[in-house]
């Protein structure tokens, strides 16, 4: 086998261990998955698994990143689209952080973590606050169209009401005994419960 079959070889068997990865910790969270777990599902044996990665939180590292990377790029294109109201811009960030985090429920830790370890490598807040959205926001706060408001109250009335839940839902079933399609549920209802009251804030007479 010569040397770009190695590398060739090397890098399917990484790819099948991030894709095992990717789909357990979205399907059951980090803490129901063993490293066996993603051995089995990518169809290697555990020797090779630790081999490549180490241990199951590097995995969730490489994950994490990978799907918060694709995020950014995604909150980004929202942020600075100039087609889209403000209205339309604060339900699409909404639903785009409920559905990411449905998908990846222990991101918010993950990232809470790292921006502790690394703040330079977590940096969606200043693409937020750079962007064509902050403009509208600052010309509708002008015209009177909205109540003044400080950039940040905006931006962390819009992430603490759609992460928050996420980063305490254990808390949140096991105090208030609501299962998990039950906790689902009511993050599905508050893709349009969060815009409304997003929009009362910014409209409520001061």
Known sequence: MNKSTNQLSVRSAEEKIIEAARILFTQKGFSAIKTRDIAKKAGINIALLNYYFRSKEKLFEIVS?????????????????????????????VKNYIEMLSLNPDMPLFVLTQTKLDPHRMKMRQKIIESYFMKQVQLAIKSGEINPINP??????????????FAGRHIIQNNNGISPREFDKCMQERKKMIPIWIKAILKAKT
Do not use: A, C, H, Y
């Open 152 to 165: 940040n109250q905006l931006i962390m009335n819009i992430m603490s009401l759609t992460i928050f839940p």
């Open 65 to 93: 990143r990978k799907n918060f990377g694709e995020f950014i790029q995604i909150i980004s294109k929202i942020v600075n689209e100039e087609k889209t109201d403000i209205w339309q811009k604060i339900e699409l960030l």
